[in-house]
């Protein structure tokens, strides 16, 4: 039997001022997917993420989340259905310490034994995270930074969780960490719709992708195909 996508985008179109970003964008991510969105710098794919979540509105088209209807709600009404969304660039909290950032993920949560549960399993995938508690988040690495604002997504328990360039400037051996843990994220019941500039880490633990280009998705297909596919190795992969 086949089951509802958690998310369906259909025939959005964005636009900056008379700029047209996005030009009939649709997609779908089914429930305990991966699915990754890859292109050039400027193609839309960060637009494409700030439109579903809210921070930018669609001039037209649809988008339904979990049956809802949140194309016209603020970003802040998307999260409390079940969607968090880790920006490009982190965008922590910088003169507040790890706990704050965190604690700023859980606003809509009251009970401090649900906020302390919620913690305890963002320190599972983080354990630094634990030994920084009263650290500043300006004063950490970029990795930890990385690994900050994911938790800090983690603390409004998603279901689904959109990363926009979890790799963006850390080192190789940070980048692969964050990758293990988008994974074990996944196999543990977070679906996850993954922005990334390195193409092939991507696609590596993507269920399926999209290629977009223009502000238009040209190319879709399983994580596998799209590795696989001359054009995108020569494009995106070389």
Known sequence: MRTMPILEVENIETYYGGIQALKGISLTVEPGEVVTLIGSNGAGKSTTLKTISGLVKAKQGNILFKKNDITKKPAHETSLLGMSHV?????????????ENLLMGAFSVKKKSVIDERM????????????????KGGTMSGGEQQMLA???????????????EPSMG????????????????????????LVEQNAYQALSIA????????????????????????????????
């Open 207 to 238: 269920h399926r992708g999209y290629v977009i280009q223009n502000g238009e998705i040209v190319l879709s297909g399983t994580g596998t195909e799209l590795i696989e596919n001359s054009e995108i190795r020569d494009a995106y992969l070389a």
């Open 170 to 193: 850390l080192a190789p051996i940070i980048v692969e960490q964050i990758f293990e843990i988008i994974k074990e994220l996944n196999e543990e019941g977070i679906t996850i719709l």
């Open 120 to 135: 305890e399993l963002v320190f599972k995938y983080f354990p630094k995270l634990k030994d920084r508690l009263e650290q």
């Open 150 to 164: 994911i938790g800090r997504a983690l603390m409004m328990k998603p279901d689904l969780l959109m990363l926009d």
């Open 87 to 99: 920006p490009e660039g982190r965008r922590i909290f910088s003169r507040l310490t790890v706990k």
